[in-house]
C-alpha cells in the first residue's frame, strides 16, 4: 500500500478506497478546514476568540497565525470568560457528525432549536470533517480531541447509511446546508 499523493508507505484507508500516508492525511485535513474558514469569511482583524477544545485551538492558532486575534482555548464554553475576555467568536468542538446529528434528532423529534441570539458568533470551523477524521488527525498530531455525545439511535442509522452509501455523510451536511440557507 502506497499513498496516492507522495507514493510513501500508506497508514489509512480513505473513503473512496484510496490508501494515504498520515502526514498527507493531515495536510489534506487542513486544507479542507482553511478552505472552510475562507468560504465562510470565519475570522478578521481584532476577534477575540474562544476555541473549546485542543483541537479547536489548534486549528484557530494555525489558521490565524499572521491576524491581528486574539485566542483563548477553554475546555468548556462559560459565560464569565467570554465576557472577561470580551469573546465574540467561539470556536465550538462540532463536526459534521454532530451537524447531522443535531439536524435528524430535530426533524425526527419535532424538536425546535430553541437557542438564544448572542452577540458572540459561532464558528463551527471543524463541521467540514467527521469525528473520525477529527480523532484521527488529533492522534497522528498528538492533540487531545474528544466528540461530543450523540443520540445514539441516530448515531446508529447514520452509521448504515455509511455503510450502504460511503459518502452519505457528506451529501447528508450539503443538503442540511442548502436547506439552513433557506430559513
Excluded at 485542543?54 to 499572521?66: C, M, N, Q, S
Excluded at 464554553?77 to 446529528?101: G, L, V, Y
Excluded at 437557542?115 to 458572540?120: A, D, E, I, L, R
Excluded at 452509501?165 to 451529501?171: A, E, I, M, N, V
Amino acid at each position: 500500500m502506497k499513498c496516492y499523493l507522495c507514493k510513501k508507505p500508506a497508514v489509512i484507508k480513505q473513503q473512496k478506497g484510496r490508501e494515504i500516508c498520515a502526514r498527507c492525511f493531515s495536510m489534506l485535513v487542513e486544507k479542507r478546514i482553511r478552505k472552510y474558514v475562507r468560504a465562510a469569511k470565519a475570522f478578521r482583524g481584532k476577534d477575540n476568540i474562544l476555541a473549546v477544545g485542543d483541537l479547536a485551538f489548534y486549528f484557530a492558532k494555525k489558521i490565524t497565525d499572521k491576524m491581528p486575534v486574539k485566542i483563548f482555548k477553554t475546555n468548556k464554553e462559560d459565560k464569565t470568560s467570554i465576557r472577561k475576555n470580551r469573546i465574540n467568536k467561539i470556536i465550538p468542538n462540532w463536526t459534521i457528525d454532530d451537524e447531522i446529528n443535531d439536524f435528524l434528532e430535530q426533524l425526527l423529534n419535532k424538536k425546535e432549536n430553541h437557542k438564544k441570539p448572542s452577540k458572540v458568533k459561532e464558528e463551527k470551523i471543524l463541521s467540514c470533517i467527521t469525528d473520525e477524521e477529527a480523532s484521527l488527525f488529533a492522534e497522528i498530531n498528538s492533540i487531545s480531541f474528544k466528540p461530543n455525545k450523540k443520540n445514539k439511535d441516530i448515531s446508529e442509522f447514520v452509521e448504515e447509511l455509511v455503510k450502504k452509501h460511503p459518502h452519505s455523510k457528506f451529501s447528508l451536511i450539503s443538503n442540511i446546508r442548502e436547506l439552513e440557507s433557506v430559513k
